[in-house]
């Protein structure tokens, strides 16, 4: 099997030159997991390069080379790449016409009969992969039982779309393989192979648990989790931890868990053993967490381990705000939660989420006052992405369809941040604008937020400059002061941001009637009388009910 992880545009957008590339882990993950049954199976990241006919002999065949037919292709889907996914799906099935073509991951679990409205794909797999894929394959490659008995499963018979029932967690992640690190060191040796172009992952990235079982509206996870909270053996985590360290040279980690801090006991413990095991002085490490599950008899061992910083995803300003997307949290539980990093010199960096229902610009300057009030070291405002399988994306498309926005097959589920070298050249619209801002507000405010938040910041500036990774998003080459080339990208780099920051400090009367005309879909502010009050249904979809097995 080849595990695809689609892309249709370089990582990082107009900054692809400074944004570290993350490590796909959800391919890794299913290609352990069939090794670990004894199957064959390889890895392709788009991120390195799109597959087309252009590319097909020097990208695709090297690895078909090494795989049985009939070839079966696994596609990993999040609803940003559901478009090339499709694309993909198809090109593939047209090249490759015996072949077997599976998608799975978030978007698909959400919505798996779109794949076969989309696509030629033949089978969708929902929810966590691994168990689910196996059997697939099994049945694919040596006529093992029937599609009809694989939990998890999607496919189509007699012209009709069939869900098989929902197949329950893994219980034990124990019985998981651990990551494959080697197999991207191996899928970037054929790549840099004779290219001028050398590419490379930021190694430092580890995954220690899965699950959190709170109901923030805006997040799909525990569409895929349940209410389950699962973590990995210690003396795993610390295997990986030494492959990376000692093997790979990375000298921060970031723990990629969605909520690392949520059982208390086991994180202590983990933290200690990571003490003990001394890769704190070789490494330092960064995670993210909730406020409300940042406990101060957990930070000083975390310290000792080795952690030197954590983000927050506090997300809006207001309490009110908080309410609206069902977050369980306050304000002040983030005030007090970033106080006590910093009390423990840690740094601290907060992500947010503008463009929530019954936000206004009003709301937006409050939430980076604030921000800025903590003295962070790192602040990032994304728009909203009301991702199928959310509670908010069922309350917006169907409760408030003229402010929702899907431009063909998703292809505006994409961070407004992607367009921050030409904001007056923005064509697709966002996926959802609340009644209470314009379009072009809430793009203003965001580009300005976010530039403010680096160029007004020492401590952003000095992290950025000295390299320090913790939970930022931007980092410059190793040894850039020693590089003339490395000036002047960053020269570009500081005008191309200057000029964004002096576009977003415009007042709205003369910057709507250009972007207006430029492209007359961007959504305006309804009058005020017209704003509605947004009540959140509390819907969830029937698999956040799921338990493990």
């Known amino acids: 099997m080849l595990l695809i992880n689609p892309a249709n545009a370089e990582y990082g957008g107009s900054l692809s030159e400074f944004v570290p590339l993350p ?119 040596q006529n093992k039982g029937s599609p009809d008995q694989i939990r998890g499963l999607t496919y189509r018979k007699d012209g009709k779309v069939v869900d098989v029932g929902e197949r329950p967690l893994i219980r034990e992640l124990a019985t998981l393989p651990k990551f494959p690190y080697d197999m991207f060191v191996s899928m970037l040796d054929r790549v840099n192979a004779g290219s001028d172009r050398q590419h490379n992952y930021d190694w430092g990235f580890i995954v220690t648990s899965r699950g959190c079982p709170f109901k923030c509206s805006y997040c799909a996870q525990r ?135 019954t936000e206004t610009h009003a709301d937006r300057k409050t939430a980076y006052k604030l921000c800025r009030s903590m003295g962070l070291t790192h602040l990032k405002f994304n728009n909203l992405m009301p991702y199928p399988g959310t509670p908010l994306y069922t309350d917006l498309r169907y409760k408030y369809p ?67 990774h913790g939970p930022g998003w931007f980092k410059l080459r190793a040894g850039w002061y020693l590089q003339p080339r490395e000036y002047y990208k960053m020269v570009r780099l500081t005008l191309m941001l200057i000029s964004n920051l002096i576009f977003s400090l415009c007042p709205l009367f003369i910057l709507e009637p250009i972007m207006h005309r430029r492209n007359p879909r961007l959504q305006r502010r309804l009058p005020r009388t017209a704003w509605p009050e947004h009540k959140p249904t509390g819907w969830a979809p029937e698999s956040w009910k799921k338990e493990t097995a």
């Open 402 to 468: 003229g402010r929702f926005n899907v431009v063909g097959w998703w292809t505006n589920f994409n961070s407004a941040l992607v367009e921050l070298g030409l904001p007056v050249a923005q064509r697709k619209p966002l996926p959802y604008v609340p009644e209470t801002s314009s379009e072009v507000e809430l793009v203003r405010d965001m580009i300005r937020y976010n530039l403010m938040a680096i160029l007004f910041n020492w401590h952003t500036i000095k992290g950025i400059l000295l390299r320090k």
């Open 23 to 141: 490590l796909p882990m959800s391919i890794g993950c299913l290609a352990a997991a069939m090794h670990q049954a004894g199957y064959p199976a390889e890895i392709w990241d788009e991120e390195l390069g799109v597959i087309d006919d252009k590319t097909a002999a020097k990208l695709l065949q090297p690895f078909l080379a090494q795989l049985p037919e009939p070839y079966v292709f696994g596609i990993s889907v999040v609803t940003a790449q559901a478009h090339e996914a499709y694309r993909l799906c198809n090109w593939l099935k047209d090249r490759y016409p015996t072949s077997v073509v599976v998608m799975g991951g978030f978007h698909v679990t959400a919505l798996p009969h779109e794949p076969f409205e989309a696509s030629k794909v033949d089978y969708v797999v929902r929810g966590e992969g691994e168990r689910t894929l196996i059997e697939l394959y099994e049945y694919v490659m």
């Open 223 to 357: 569409m895929m989790t349940g209410n389950t909270y699962r973590w990995r053996p210690t003396e795993v985590v610390l295997e990986e931890l030494d492959i990376l360290i000692n093997r790979f040279g990375a000298q921060s980690i970031f723990f990629l868990d969605d909520n690392f801090c949520f059982k208390k006991s086991h994180a202590i413990e983990l933290c200690s053993r990571i003490r003990d095991s001394k890769l704190g002085k070789k490494c330092k490490f960064s995670l993210q967490t909730r406020a409300d599950n940042f406990y101060e008899e957990l930070v000083p061992v975390m310290r000792e381990a080795g952690f030197n910083s954590v983000g927050f995803g506090m997300e809006v300003g207001t309490d009110a705000l908080m309410n609206q997307i069902k977050k369980g949290e306050t304000i002040q539980q983030h005030i007090d939660a970033v106080a006590m990093a910093k009390r423990h010199g840690m740094d601290v960096a907060m992500f947010m989420i503008f463009g929530i229902p």
